[in-house]
Each structure stands twice: as C-alpha cells, then as structure tokens.
C-alpha cells in the first residue's frame, strides 16, 4: 500500500472515487504518479540548482536592476506638463544695466499660485511678517505682501484650505499675520524643531492644488517682496512633483502635532522615488528633464529622500567647467553650536574641484549690516586659491544691495538672501544658508533640475540660473573680496 501513501497527495478531486472502486487501475496509476512526481521533483532541484548557480554569479544584480526597472517604468515617468519659471525679488533701487536678465517676481508668481487654487494652499514657513504691523514700521512698500495676506485671508471663503506650518514664534506677541490666518479658518501647527532637532523649520515652500509649487529664499515677510534680493523656482501643472514636495511638507505636519516626535524610520508614505540616484524624469517647458527635491537635516528625512548636504556635493562633484554659488551666508563651522566645530564637507569640495578639475569656482557672498565678521577669514582663505600658473581658479565676490537714508530704517533688510548653485550641468536652488547647522540640525530643501539629458535645448533652468548669476557677479554690486580691506569697508553703505 506505500504506492497508495504516494499517490493521494498528488490525486485531483475527481480521482478521489475511483481509487476506492478500482484497487487495479489504482497501482497502475500510482507507478506512472509516482513517476511523474520523480521527474517534476528532478527539474525542480535542477531548476533550483540552476537559480543558485545565477545568484552565486551574479549576486543580487539581476533582481534589484529588474525590480529598479519596473518602478522607473512605473513611477519615474512623469506625464504632465509641466511649466518652470524662475522668480526673483529684486529690492527697490537696486538697478542693473538696460537688458539685463530678469525674471517674473516672486510676488507676481504668489500672487497668480492663490488665484489658480482651487483645493488646498500648504505653506511650509520660518516666520511670518507680511505686514507693517508686526515690523512695526509703516513702509509704503509693504503693500505687495499686505495683498498677499488679503488673498489668503479669503481663502477660507473660496472653499480652499489653507494650512501652514511654522516654526515657533521668537516673540508670541508679534503673531498677528498668524493670528488673523487662525481666525480665517487656515489650519496652523507650530513645528517645534528648536525641541526636536536643536534647529528650526528655515523651509520656505508652497504646494497648491498638489499640482503647482514655489519654493526659494523668500520668507512670508513683506521685505521679501520688496526689500530683500530673493531668488525661487515656480513650477505650475506638475503633480509628480508637487506630491513629491507634498510629502516633505507632511513630515512638517505631523510634526506639529502636540508633544510629537521624530519617527524613525519614517512610516513609508513619506517615502520617495525620486533623488539623485533615481530622479524623476520630466517635460520641463516641452524640454525632457530629470529633477529631485532634497532635504534637511537627516533626521527628517524618509527613505528615498537625498539628503541636502549630499546633493550639493554631487553637484559640486558632477560640474566640468564650474560651479557658481550665490549664498547669503557661507562658512565652513556650526556657527550656532555651543561646542566650536570645524565642518569643512562644502569647503573640501570645493577646492577639491579647483584643484584636482581646474574648476573655475565662484562664490557671490552676501554682506549687511549684521553680517557677522568672522566670515570673512574663511572666504578670504578660499579667495587665496588663484593662481593663474597653476589653474587654480577660485573666485569671490561679496554682494551688497544699497541702502538709501530712508530705506536704513527697515529692520532685517536691504541683503542679498539667494540661495542657489549653478554649475555647466545643473541648476540647484535653495533655503539653507552654508553653514553646518543648517544642514545637521535645521530643515531646508531644495529643488535640484538637470536637464543634460536635453542637450540642444535653448532655454533651460541652468542657462537661466547661469545668466542670473553673471548679471549680479558683473553687476557694480559686486566686489572683489580682498584680504587687505575689512570686511566693512566692503559692506559700508
Ligand atoms: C513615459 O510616459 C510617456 C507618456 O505617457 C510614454 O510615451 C513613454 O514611453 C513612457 N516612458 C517610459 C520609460 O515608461
Ligand atoms: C556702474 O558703475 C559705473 C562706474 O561707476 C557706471 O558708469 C555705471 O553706470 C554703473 N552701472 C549701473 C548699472 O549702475
Ligand atoms: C538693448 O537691446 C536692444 C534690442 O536688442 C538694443 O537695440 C539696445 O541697443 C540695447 N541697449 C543696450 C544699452 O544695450
Ligand atoms: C495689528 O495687530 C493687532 C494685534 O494683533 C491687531 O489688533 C490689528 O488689527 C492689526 N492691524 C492690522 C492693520 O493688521
Ligand atoms: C496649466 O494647465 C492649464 C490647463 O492645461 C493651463 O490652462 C494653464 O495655462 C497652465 N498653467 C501654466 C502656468 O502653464
Ligand atoms: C503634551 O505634554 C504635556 C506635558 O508633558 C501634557 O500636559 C499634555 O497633555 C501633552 N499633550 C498631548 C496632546 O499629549
Ligand atoms: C545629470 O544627469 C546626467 C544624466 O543625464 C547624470 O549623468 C548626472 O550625474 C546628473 N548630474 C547630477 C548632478 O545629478
Ligand atoms: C560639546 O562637546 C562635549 C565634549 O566634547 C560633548 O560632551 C558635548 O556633547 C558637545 N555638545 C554638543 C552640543 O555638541
Ligand atoms: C541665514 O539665513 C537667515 C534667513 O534665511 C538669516 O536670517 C540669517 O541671518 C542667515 N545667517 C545665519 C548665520 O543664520
Ligand atoms: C544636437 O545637435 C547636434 C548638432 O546640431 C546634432 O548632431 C545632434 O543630433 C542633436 N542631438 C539631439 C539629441 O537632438
Ligand atoms: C518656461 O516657460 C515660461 C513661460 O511659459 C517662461 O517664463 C520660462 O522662462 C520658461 N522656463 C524655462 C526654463 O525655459
């Protein structure tokens, strides 16, 4: 009876009754089973044996690249059209020559993102002035962020929800832009990254409708439409890329919550496809792009997500002919660590380039009046690595945006606040300062295009930002650091 043992285990449902009535037919059909059951269990073991051959020869590379493979097919294929302008805020009375470059101006762009909403307005923010009254100044020039707040204040009445994370306030008594969104109906969370990463929330980022974003230097403050030099990218009709901004500006939310703390790992709905390995790939203006957003500080990121630090130095890394960094302020040191530390990951690229690549390395560094001294050391030890025998190519200017006797009385602005890089290949656009706090401890994010996969393209984010960045080097703005003079001399006004 062992046939029988071996035999029922295989036997289909109808098999079951025959096998009662027909002990004959039964043994026959048991050998040829039994046989069968020996050849399949043979090509199973050699099928087997084969796999582990594959594996032992090429170790896991097959399965991630076809598993990679299908998620790119998936996921990285972007079919929107999307639109990308660059916006900028170039202060009163700051002047350049006739056809200069210029851009659309980053209050226009706000000011068109809420007339197009239809849903949702989420605002990632530092801080809030968009008026006079809580800079206590009564500055005819504070009207452009005075109609934003207007137009957001009727959001609520519009059917759309507007939600805004911000950092804690420094003075609770000047929250009055926030206090009339709460009283509106906007949805506000304090984000307390002071207590969860001994920074703080330094983003400055829309998602609308989840289809349009802004992001850039500009804060929600008044001078940033009209006293402040501010730099952003608007991206319109782009869902790939707004839910993918969405999902940094949900970490924020969550965030917010009362008592909240940092998940770790971060749940996988904040998971992302898109970052510099893999980016997103797109139609940016009708011209095939690859583009990613990268953040800060590690501890916020979710897997998937580039860490800002990392993306600035592949690019640095990635350039062939040079590396144009505008940046409010640039020192190789946490400034506000209690501990003094050194934190050269930016620095070290840099000269890296120039030496090892003969980059021509350019650093437009902004100076105010509370522009902090020591500064200038480092700049001016960067600015020593130029020598026209060697190729070495390192170049630094310091930027300083006039003030006129009335305009002194502005608090906090009057300075050139950009935040961006621009290399030969690759366009990257900013929040943070450079400054090691800002990427161990403070949240900021970027925008990264790189759109060399288009290499015929005649107008693209890079040659834009290119041209931006030689208006204000060539400008009479600019001045050439020179170890000889003091740093006040040269932000004098
Ligand atoms: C991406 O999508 C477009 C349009 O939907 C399609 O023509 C193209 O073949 C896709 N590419 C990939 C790699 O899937
Ligand atoms: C820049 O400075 C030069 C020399 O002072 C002057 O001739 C020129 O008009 C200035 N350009 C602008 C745009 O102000
Ligand atoms: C500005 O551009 C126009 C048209 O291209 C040209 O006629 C004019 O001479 C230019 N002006 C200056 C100051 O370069
Ligand atoms: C300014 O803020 C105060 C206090 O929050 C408020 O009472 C007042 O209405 C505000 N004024 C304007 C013009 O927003
Ligand atoms: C976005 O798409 C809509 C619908 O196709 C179009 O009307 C609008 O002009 C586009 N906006 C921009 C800024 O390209
Ligand atoms: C948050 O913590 C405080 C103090 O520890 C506590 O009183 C409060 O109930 C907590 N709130 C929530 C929503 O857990
Ligand atoms: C830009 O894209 C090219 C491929 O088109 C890639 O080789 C390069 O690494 C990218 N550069 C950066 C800085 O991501
Ligand atoms: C400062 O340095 C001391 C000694 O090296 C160390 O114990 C402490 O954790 C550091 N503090 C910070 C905030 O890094
Ligand atoms: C960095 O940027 C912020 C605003 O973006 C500015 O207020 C601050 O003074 C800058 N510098 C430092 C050292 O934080
Ligand atoms: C770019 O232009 C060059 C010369 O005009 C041409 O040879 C090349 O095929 C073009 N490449 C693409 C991708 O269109
Ligand atoms: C994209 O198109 C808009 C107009 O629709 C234009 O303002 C912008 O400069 C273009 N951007 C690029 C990178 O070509």
Known sequence: MKPKVAYKPISTPEGVEDHVVYISHLQNDARKYYQCALIVAIIVTALFCLMAAQLLIFPLLCTSSTE???????????????????????????????????????????????????????????????????????????????????????????????????????????????????ASGAEIRIVDLPRLTDGVLHTKFWVVDGKHIYIGSANMDWRSLTQVKELGTTVYNCTCVAQDLGKIFEAYWVLGEANATIPSPWPDTFTTLYNKESPLEVSLNNTKSHLYLSSSPPKLLAKGRTDDLDSILSIIDDAQSFVYISVMDYTPTEEFSKNRSYWPAIDNHLRKAVYEKNLNVRLLISCWANTKPNMFPFLNSLAALKSYKSHYNMEVKIFVVPVSPEQKHIPFARVNHNKYMVTDRVAYIGTSNWSGDYFIHTAGSALVVNQTCSPNATNTMQKQLEAVFLRDWNSNYSHVMNSLTSYKEKCLF
């Open 68 to 182: 990679k493979t299908e998620i790119l097919l998936q996921q990285n294929n972007c079919s929107d059209p999307c639109n990308i302008v660059l916006v900028e805020s170039i202060p009163e009375g700051l002047e350049y020559a006739p056809n200069s470059t210029s851009n659309p101006s980053v209050f226009q762009s706000w000011m068109y993102l809420l007339s197009q909403a239809e849903r949702s307005v989420d605002i990632a923010s530092f801080y809030w002035t968009l008026t006079n009254n809580d800079t206590h100044t009564k500055h005819p020039t504070a009207k452009e962020g005075e109609l934003i707040l207007q137009e957001m204040l009727k959001l609520k009445q519009r059917g759309i929800n507007l939600r805004v994370a911000v950092n804690p306030s420094r003075s609770p008594a000047k929250d009055a832009d926030i206090n009339a969104l709460r």
